[in-house]
């Protein structure tokens, strides 16, 4: 992922390539622009298919399948931010291609049978079945996936700002209290494992709740179609997150 940095102030910002920006750099054929939004995109995209009722193996034919479209067939021609939110689009576009794509659903009649999108760890279906049990409707699902995947991309972002600053062991430590209520004795344990005063502790933790928000702000921003939309997104990631 591409990241650019600008002073302001003495801050350092960090800007990446994603969404409707990596939209745009395809239309104009960057192909890793796209293929790094298919790479992030894969999993919410997979379980909408799997929950829809296909097979596993009918799910990964039709999810490459789907990306094929993307990649090698300019399916984000018409695209444009004026389209509205990202995350709309993509499962629009989803449901129209799985509609339109019931009599074609093998990879290798697509594409040669090569994989355009590989998980590092272990397979989607591995994944999709350590899920917990979920009434959630194949939409809900979705989005919830889509806010978990903003989340990693917020998190490896902010990872990346720590680590330019020299501060990556300080991140691994108290990156846990983005999502952990914190109370003063914890401070303590942590200073003394870091050599650090406690007040010095809950500072750092502040700070760095204060640019996790900033940063969701940031990736949500670019996912939609006019800074007026950004409020509305927001509430909708946060739900989509608690289910």
Not at 53 to 66: H, I, T, V
Request: hydrophobic letters at 35%.
């Amino acid at each position: 992922m591409k990241t650019t940095t600008t002073g302001t102030g003495g801050r350092r910002q960090w800007f990446t390539t994603t969404s409707w920006t990596m939209v745009e750099h395809a239309q104009l054929g960057a192909q890793e622009a796209l293929e790094r939004l298919c790479s992030v995109y894969w999993y919410p995209i997979y379980v909408y298919i799997r929950r829809v009722g296909y097979s596993p193996q009918d799910a990964e034919d039709l999810a490459q399948g789907f990306f094929y479209e993307l990649l090698e067939k300019n399916y984000f021609r018409a695209a444009h931010r004026g389209r509205g939110k990202f995350r709309s689009f993509l499962l629009v576009s989803l449901k129209y291609f799985l509609e339109n794509d019931k009599d074609l659903r093998r990879a290798q009649k697509r594409g040669g049978g090569v994989p355009l999108i590989s998980l590092d760890d272990e397979t989607a279906e591995e994944r999709y079945h350590k899920e917990p049990a979920s009434d959630l409707s194949p939409e809900k699902l979705f989005d919830q996936h889509w806010a978990r995947t903003v989340l990693e991309q917020v998190q490896a972002r902010l990872r990346d700002e720590y680590r330019g600053h020299g501060k990556l062991a300080l991140y691994e430590r108290l990156h846990g209290f983005l999502s952990e209520e914190t109370e003063m004795r914890d401070y303590d344990r942590v200073g003394a494992e870091l050599q650090m005063r406690p007040g010095t502790v809950a500072v750092a933790v502040h700070r760095l709740r204060h640019r996790y928000r900033e940063l969701v702000r940031e990736e949500i921003a670019r996912t939609v179609a006019s800074p007026a939309d950004v409020d509305s997104e927001m509430r909708h990631f946060y739900a989509a997150l608690t289910g």
